[in-house]
């Protein structure tokens, strides 16, 4: 077959001298050291297997005692925001200055199509639920909770705060209402802010008001019922910090409200929606949670499939039952990764729970790569000597894969998002114990297999024993052939051998594979200029979750996510810099990204209270514009302690703190709501949060509680270049010296650089927004990646090709490769999605990320493995090492060769010497390792 590929001359016969002697050479003892310490652990597994056994199931039972240390780490804010951020520092001045910010609880009315919620009936059944809620019991804890257990208050034996909606107008008093003749011409009579004199306009509680030419009110299609209820956070298991009361007596009236909606509806005409943050928690969590079945649904399934690749048509020559160990070893690896890093205190988090599918997708390719080489072994007859000889061959290349995943997620660990940050902790201490268990345990589980085998019984059912001898003996050099092809299964000709054909066999196959891959790259960096950060807790919530008409109904009448906010004052001198704090109000009321007509200042209602009581007029100073600083704090007790209608000056309690002493100020606020319509993602998010702390920098600082999210967006790309350089420096490093070949290690390098641009720049065609959950899978894709590059090409090196000028030697030795390492390679990424293909049916967002991210990670890994490296090798691959055996001698192993496993006898050469019953051997192919 003609190939262009330039030649490649003999090896050299002096020994290379330089940097890459150098290499070579200590690449080699490191190679030796690691075959011989193989070599030495698997003849202590192979004569004692049950010791070995029993050993990894006792460590197994020690670790899962460290359950008796399970903690865990639910709450968003703490998984997936930069514990160093300024938002995390300013949360904690916060904290500490105000406490937790009360929980609010929405009622919203939605009507139907020609009903109006601004009429005597429709607020009579406003009224009716608000008085419905106030009058709900909830048994918690073993304890009766009622409304007036769970309300917020402006101080310890304070009445309730006041709720806030259109029913205001009449003081949430049914008989009021009921006596009113009128209530539109009361709505747009009475001025609403004699009733609110701060905070929100009467609009934010319509929902898509209609006014006539007078600028009068005559309909709203929704209204909203505003509430506020305590936080009074502790630590619940199963759910982390949580006020145990406000949370369940939310889930529980929301639920209720659930189930009477459609009565409603049917008898008033409007369906009624209770928003809580307990429902909205409990909607995420559960998602994940019924996600769980998917997981144990991946595990069957990747039992199914090991147990498949490695079964035979003979029951004497399977091996079905080392799959199915295989799979168990990696479940037992995990629980202990579990245990291990409950015992050191790492805590639990939602990501973690998807740990099995990355322990799935490394930890059976392991055994793959072990049995592929058992099978080279052969020729060797003791079982104990084939198996150990098999692990020190599969040794090296198994190390590789793993340490350089334990590298990558090492690496991850660094980052500043925690969640990130202890899955990768749990990650590698899972890879670390899966490598472990896969060369003792399961090697001396496959040691004990070829005891079963040898003793002729039945795999799986071992206590069935078979004939010694189900097959044929072959003797001709045809017959040989033809069993060497039938041996290797459907996967592996295609891959070994049809495969290196197509894309090896001819400049066309060549040139295709280039193209394609160059599209791939442009549409991947393309992708990456399109590519959004953004993040929101609603995504948790499952598509088919009554919770998701709630948050219809606010997005479609109330503003969608405006979100409070504060500007905060520390301990200044309030007296004498009143100015400063109207000026934080100025600055706020003039900022593009705060709602017009949201400020709300203490201080200003504080002056004008002054101006308008003419007992205290003079302590007015005209000529400053300002309160007498001598009498400033007298005043404001009177003011803080004074009601003027339903609420007057009692809403500002929460806005100011006094000293221990309780004669000066040592915090205060300014409330306003921040336009997060125009936060359309996580770089509007940052504009906003920056465009804030600049405008009143030397004033005050602003804060909200979505801002320890947004932090986690300036530290995105970062921290991903960060990452991917640290785990693509050492894997670069790792591979050098594992291959002992510096060219080689950056095309590998290069490969996997590859995966990620390509990775990352179709997120956004499959809908996936960089953030802390995808953000994992970012680093995950560096290790995952190397597993399909770094086995294809220490193939390449093993073996030389002399005939370069009749067959082209890099395209052969490229196509050996494959033929080598390919189908392994395939298998491997076939488990991993197989491992994750229940993945695809989840509600949660966390699976769903991960499914579709591993999808990126599988295809273009084997994209840019499988396909991309062997052709670029066949281009500009190095030269062989300098012992390697020539493939000239061994065509059956070169799918390019013309002779290459032909049926016609004249045409074929006699192949490696088999035993008469070939039925153990899965390729008639000598022992090739990588140096």
């Known amino acids: 077959m003609e190939d262009s590929a330039p030649p490649v001359s003999t090896p050299p016969s002096k020994p290379a001298t330089g940097a890459k002697a150098t290499i070579e050479r200590f690449s080699a003892a490191v190679h030796r050291y690691t075959e011989l310490f193989f070599e030495k652990l698997t003849t202590i597994v192979v004569y004692?297997?049950?010791?070995?056994?029993?050993?990894?199931?006792?460590?197994?039972?020690?670790?899962?005692?460290?359950?008796?240390?399970?903690?865990?780490e639910l709450s968003p804010d703490k998984q997936f925001s930069p514990r160093s951020s300024q938002a995390v520092k300013d949360e904690d001045w916060v904290l500490d200055r105000f406490g937790y910010e009360n929980r609010p609880v929405q009622t919203m009315f939605e009507a139907k199509e020609g009903v109006n919620m601004l009429t005597k009936e429709s607020l009579l059944f406003m009224m009716e639920m608000h008085e419905w809620l106030l009058s709900q019991w909830k048994i918690i804890d073993g304890k009766n909770v009622t409304y007036e257990v769970v309300c917020a208050r402006y101080t310890k034996g304070d009445d309730c705060k006041i709720p806030v909606s259109v029913l205001t107008f009449w003081g949430h008093n049914r008989t009021r209402l009921e006596a009113d003749a009128d209530p539109l011409a009361?709505?747009?009579?009475?001025?609403?802010r004699s009733l609110e004199p701060s905070g929100p306009p009467l609009d934010f509680y319509l929902g898509k008001p209609e006014y006539n030419a007078a600028g009068d009110v005559v309909s709203a299609r929704a209204t909203l019922i505003s509430y506020n209820f305590k936080n009074e956070k502790v630590e619940i298991s199963g759910v982390g910090e949580d006020d145990p009361q406000s949370r369940y007596f939310e889930i529980q009236i929301a639920d209720d409200s659930e189930h009477r909606r459609k009565a409603d509806e049917a008898a008033h005409g409007v369906g009624v929606y209770i928003r809580t943050t307990g429902q909205e928690d409990v909607e995420g969590s559960d998602s994940v949670s019924s996600d769980i079945g998917n997981l144990v649904m991946g595990y069957i399934l990747m039992l199914i499939y090991a147990s498949f690749i490695l079964s035979r048509s003979r029951p004497k020559y399977s091996h079905s039952l080392l799959g199915i160990v295989s799979v168990i070893s990696v479940g037992l690896s995990t629980f202990s990764a579990y245990g291990f890093c409950w015992y050191i205190g790492i805590k639990f988090n939602t990501v973690v729970q998807v740990l099995i599918l990355v322990l799935l997708g490394v930890g059976v390719d392991d055994t793959f790569v072990i049995m592929d080489s058992w099978w080279d072994c052969a020729h060797i007859e003791s079982m104990r000597e084939r198996m150990i000889a098999a692990v020190k061959h599969a040794g090296p290349a198994v190390t590789i894969t793993s340490v350089t995943d334990l590298i990558a997620f090492l690496a991850g660990s660094s980052s500043s998002l925690p969640a990130l940050q202890d899955f990768c902790y749990y990650a590698s201490v899972g890879i670390a114990f899966d490598f472990m268990f896969q060369v003792t345990f399961v090697v001396a589980v496959a040691y004990l297999d070829t005891v079963r085998q040898q003793q002729s019984r039945a795999d799986v059912l071992c206590c069935i024993k078979v004939g010694d001898h189900t097959g044929v003996c072959l003797g001709s050099d045809e017959e040989k052939a033809r069993w060497t092809?039938?041996?290797?299964?459907?996967?592996?000709?295609?891959?070994?051998?049809?495969?290196?054909?197509?894309?090896?066999?001819?400049?066309?196959?060549?040139?295709?594979?280039?193209?394609?891959?160059?599209?791939?790259l442009a549409l991947g960096i393309y992708g990456c200029t399109q590519l959004e950060m953004n993040y929101n807790n609603e995504w948790f919530i499952p598509s088919g979750s009554p919770f998701r008409d709630v948050m219809r109904v606010r997005d479609t009448y109330f503003g969608g996510n405006e979100l409070p906010a504060n500007a905060y004052f520390g301990a200044i001198d309030y007296p004498n810099e009143q100015g400063e704090v109207l000026r934080a109000s100025e600055i706020l009321r003039t900022n593009y990204w705060v709602v017009e007509n949201s400020t709300s200042s203490w201080m200003e209602d504080f002056q004008q209270w002054v101006q308008g009581h003419p007992v205290y007029g003079v302590s007015w100073d005209a000529s400053k514009q300002q309160i007498v600083p001598a009498q400033f704090y007298s005043l404001l007790k009177v003011f803080a302690s004074t009601a003027t209608g339903p609420r007057g000056a009692w809403q500002h309690i929460d806005n100011i703190r006094w000293n221990d002493a309780g004669d000066e100020l040592k915090a205060s606020r300014v409330g306003f709501r921040i336009i997060s319509?125009?936060?359309?993602?996580?770089?509007?998010?940052?504009?906003?949060?920056?465009?804030?702390?600049?405008?009143?920098?030397?004033?005050?600082?602003?804060?909200?509680?979505?801002?320890?999210?947004?932090?986690?967006?300036?530290?995105?790309?970062?921290?991903?270049?960060?990452?991917?350089?640290?785990?693509?420096?050492?894997?670069?490093?790792?591979?050098?010296?594992?291959?002992?070949?510096?060219?080689?290690?950056?095309?590998?390098?290069?490969?996997?650089?590859?995966?990620?641009?390509?990775?990352?720049?179709?997120?956004?065609?499959?809908?996936?927004?960089?953030n802390g959950v995808s953000l994992i899978c970012v680093v995950m894709a560096v290790g995952l990646s190397v597993d399909y590059s770094v086995h294809i090409a220490g193939a390449f090196l093993t073996v030389r090709c002399d005939d370069n000028e009749e067959h082209g030697g890099r395209a052969q030795?490229?196509?050996?490769?494959?033929?080598k390492m390919g189908p392994a390679v395939v298998n491997g990424g076939t488990s991993t999605f197989i491992a994750i293909l229940p993945a695809a049916m989840a509600v949660s967002y966390v699976f769903k990320v991960f499914f579709r991210m591993f999808f990126l990670i599988i295809f273009f890994g084997q994209w840019f493995g499988v396909f991309f490296l062997p052709v670029v090798l066949s281009f500009i691959g190095p030269d062989a090492y300098l012992d390697a055996p020539n493939l000239e001698e061994t065509p059956e192993q070169n799918p390019l060769h013309p002779r290459h496993l032909k049926y016609d006898v004249s045409s074929t050469p006699a192949v490696v010497e088999m035993q008469c019953d070939p039925g153990d051997s899965k390729l008639s192919r000598p022992r090739t390792t990588w140096t």
């Open 48 to 72: 004692h297997p049950a010791v070995t056994i029993g050993l990894v199931f006792l460590f197994v039972v020690i670790m899962a005692q460290g359950v008796w240390f399970y903690k865990e």
């Open 186 to 192: 009361t709505i747009n009579t009475v001025s609403w």
């Open 485 to 520: 092809e039938a041996e290797r299964g459907l996967q592996n000709r295609v891959v070994g051998t049809y495969l290196p054909r197509l894309i090896l066999g001819s400049n066309i196959g060549k040139a295709v594979v280039l193209v394609v891959s160059a599209v791939f």
């Open 677 to 770: 319509k125009s936060l359309t993602d996580g770089q509007g998010a940052i504009d906003a949060m920056d465009s804030l702390r600049g405008a009143l920098e030397g004033v005050a600082f602003p804060w909200a509680f979505p801002f320890v999210f947004w932090e986690s967006y300036k530290v995105m790309v970062s921290g991903i270049t960060r990452n991917v350089a640290i785990s693509g420096s050492a894997v670069f490093v790792l591979v050098t010296i594992m291959i002992a070949n510096i060219q080689l290690g950056l095309l590998v390098t290069v490969a996997i650089a590859c995966v990620d641009v390509c990775m990352m720049g179709f997120m956004p065609f499959i809908g996936v927004q960089l």
């Open 813 to 819: 030795r490229a196509a050996y490769a494959l033929w």
